[in-house]
């Protein structure tokens, strides 16, 4: 397996490396997948991952991490000293280890692009693989998927509400390490962010890094009007001053008198930055000490704790804002930290497989996601179907799962920058309602449907599960 | 520097190491370093990294991440890609760029021990360095600090409610990436987990891990019969049947036969886990009929979306369950995601440090944290005082904060076993009230004081600097 998207993969939060990834796995798998030897089963198997119901203020999620999780399928399988450890703590025996130690992932992936809308039901990736490959890989993929999926749709939510603003990724300080940080600004990046002040990350992903100046400079400098003149006189790129460190309004006017030298020596005050208080009011005030002093072109940068519902508030109050610094909300999904997203089983060696667990049922067999426009190129619907069952007829439908492993090569996949334009078409092609941020109102729905053909294969399914189990029919006659 | 906990570091996640960490960075961390530098600044500075305020539903905090944060100080520093990077973006100039590439961490940091109680406005970490190399430090250190601190704090609260039954780490599947599970396992354990059932990290660290069964398993069989006969048939350690795949109580039979069967082998049947559903009727149900066919032995183990609210409810409920598989929201710190921690420079030069933002104002100067006991050992009070004062005379007072770097040279620190029976010990010492969960009520508070000294100095640099930066003094008497 290849990778189009390479750049980004670096290590740097902890120090060894190992090739393999098999041990990034809960206990169980690698138990199960001793069993599987043991008991001869090596048959393909199809997991199907899927995100079982939307959060709380969400009404659609953007995929993403998908390349992550396929370059770490590309690392399956067990170092020696990972094989020794199995052994040496009783977790695996000898024979099973050996086993273990051949394993590389060579089955099939389908998957759905990063950057596209899903809904809850529909796979985003499906695994077909010998089921010891595609057992071993449940947590390393589940892992790559749930935590950028969660940061794009929450990223995709504050690009939705900021009008064409820039928004800024500041998520470094306060992600889940540094590994996780990259997660962020190349989620924020795919959602519409225009820059990440995350320099590791921008390097990495080959992305714009900006910034501005912290509250440190000016505090350890004599006093705010030297520090404003320090940081002019030193700093590379546009000049931005930050003046809240001790009153917003009297350190706008110092730097508006601070911007009339410069002015004089042909050099510009791009930007203010403002990082505290009450945003719309400050920047209508600030806004006003520069108008009134010709200062137009300085634009108003704001951040601080600010998510959608912040942006969204201050961009309808009209506040004179022109872009945002996003961070600890957004890395964090602070609202909706936590999405119902699973790896299933939903195939053994042809047979369907499902399970009937209250509130986690799963429905059988390898699956498309058929998502139908309407003749303005808007969404209208998705259908979930079978596999095997043909194209929607009537309508525009467009299949959402596409092949990207195919007997553990690597397929060409799109490159980020693609897939950020193809996010952000799809985005404006929600229906409104979808795409506005109401913490306290239901949330709007879209119309995901389950193919007749599907559902009338799981029900077969749920019946004959029930019979060979000895279980009563359910009386409501739902399917599961 | 050295690390005495060096077990745990390992990258996976991504490919390439890199030796310097310089990078992992907000750009502006690297501009004013840069204009540091050309302003001739060298003094030293203090920076202190401490929480604002407490989320809702924390009474306290556990302090975790400072080994991490200590590996990424000794890594402080670029790379010579690192400084092409810098200077062909534009972001440094040359002559600045060879500066930045002679940087390496030479100062001292005092903390307070991972695993102990911390409250906010007391420093976790202080940074005393040159202010180019405490500068740099920021986004690192709070990144190493930030989500472990949550995770822990989240954790102890489970192990709070759990009255002593083993809680295991189930997060690897949701955390935000490969570090992170380390993070959550190891936040976990320090704070009284029995296991994780991530392997990556147990290995790492040194601690349990331990697992059960998927439902993959038993649905790839071709009944559920069969799946626990060829289970028994072939894990190794002890027996646990998952048995809530088709119905709870079915598979509960089922588990009993195959017990009976295996004790005429000789063979006991360790744990059934509950995995869906009311756990607490389910749990009752399970117990009864292990307990009518004789199976008094055999543990009921519960999972699925676990927190220490519905720990706590069954706990209170007096469920019959012996253990808790604990995951996705303890890994997210789902009721509250988010600290508001801050690393904030606090002097420069012997020069008291501070701003004035609403909301985000820092009291001045180095510190140190010290905490009373009662004569039964209880924690009754902390006291945030001037790094300079004597220790508090009346009563048993001890100071958090100790040296860990010294010159750039890390001392010797306890290892994480000794951290977490010091964290068990400590949280057994905190006012019980401040142990409980109570998600609808307002919580208890701790008294944190600051001493006279320190609120008078802190007074002092206000109105200075208030004078200097000609604002009008506060009417209402406040310190900032």
Redesign the interface.
């Known amino acids: 397996m290849t990778s189009t998207d390479g750049g980004?993969?670096?290590?740097?939060?902890?120090?060894?490396?190992?090739r393999r990834?098999g041990?990034?796995?809960?206990?169980?798998?690698?138990?199960?997948a001793?069993?599987?030897h043991?008991?001869g089963?090596h048959d393909r198997?199809t997991?199907s991952l899927f995100v079982r119901k939307l959060p709380a203020h969400r009404s659609f999620l953007v995929a993403a991490g998908l390349e992550?999780a396929l370059?770490r399928l590309e690392r399956l399988g067990f170092d020696d000293e990972?094989i020794d450890?199995?052994v040496t703590?009783?977790?695996?025996?000898p024979e099973e280890a050996d086993a273990l130690a051949r394993v590389r992932f060579t089955g099939d992936v389908r998957a759905v692009r990063e950057g596209r809308v899903v809904f809850p039901g529909e796979p985003l990736v499906e695994v077909d693989a010998p089921?010891i490959e595609a057992?071993l890989a449940?947590?390393l993929i589940?892992?790559?998927i749930?935590?950028p999926t969660l940061v794009a749709t929450k990223a995709a939510r504050c690009v939705a509400v900021a009008g064409g603003r820039p928004l800024v990724d500041?998520g470094?300080?306060?992600?889940?390490?540094?590994?996780?940080?990259?997660?962020v600004a190349r989620a924020c990046w795919l959602a519409g962010f225009a820059s990440t002040?995350?320099?590791?990350a921008?390097?990495r992903l080959g992305i714009p890094?900006?910034?501005?100046?912290?509250?440190?400079?000016?505090?350890?400098m004599p006093?705010?009007r030297a520090a404003f003149e320090?940081?002019a006189r030193?700093?590379?790129?546009p000049l931005t001053l930050l003046v809240?460190?001790?009153?917003t309004l009297?350190g706008t006017r110092r730097a508006i008198e601070l911007a009339r030298r410069l002015r004089g020596e042909g050099r510009a005050l791009a930007s203010l930055r403002l990082?505290?208080?009450?945003l719309e009011a400050l920047s209508r005030a600030v806004r006003q000490l520069l108008d009134d002093a010709g200062l137009r072109d300085v634009r108003i940068f704001a951040s601080?704790?600010l998510d959608e519902y912040a942006i969204d508030r201050l961009v309808r109050a009209r506040a004179p804002i022109d872009g945002f610094g996003v961070g600890?909300?957004v890395g964090?999904?602070?609202d909706a930290?936590?999405?119902?997203?699973a790896?299933?089983?939903v195939a053994?060696a042809g047979r369907p497989?499902?399970?009937?667990?209250?509130?986690?049922a799963t429905i059988v067999g390898p699956k498309q996601v058929w998502r139908r426009r309407d003749s303005g190129g808007r969404l209208v619907a998705d259908r979930i179907a079978a596999l095997d069952e043909p194209a929607p007829t009537s309508g525009d439908w467009e299949p959402l799962l596409e092949p990207v492993v195919s007997d553990g090569r690597a397929l060409r996949r799109p490159r980020l920058a693609e897939l950020r334009s193809a996010h952000a078409a799809e985005v404006a092609r929600l229906p409104a309602e979808l795409r506005a941020i109401a913490p306290d109102e239901p949330r709007a729905t879209y119309a995901v449907s389950i193919s007749r053909v599907l559902a009338e294969r799981h029900r077969a399914a749920v019946r004959e599960?029930?019979r060979?189990?000895?279980?009563e029919p359910r009386r409501d006659g739902q399917a599961s």
């Not at 809240?244 to 009153?247: A, I, L």
């Open positions: 980004r993969s670096s290590a740097l939060g902890r120090r060894a490396v190992e990834l041990l990034v796995t809960d206990l169980y798998e690698l138990t199960m001793a069993s599987y043991r008991l089963m198997a997991f992550d370059a990972g450890y199995l703590t009783g977790h695996v025996r089921i057992q449940e947590s589940l892992n790559a749930h935590y500041f470094l300080r306060r992600t889940p390490g540094i590994d996780a940080s990259v997660d002040s995350n320099v590791h921008a390097r890094a900006s910034g501005t100046v912290a509250h440190a400079f000016i505090e350890a006093d705010e320090a940081w030193t700093t590379v790129g809240d460190t001790y009153d009297s990082d505290s208080g009450d601080g704790g600890t909300r964090m999904s602070a930290p936590v999405l119902d997203m790896y299933k089983i053994y497989c499902l399970k009937l667990s209250a509130g986690k599960t029930r060979r189990e000895g279980l």
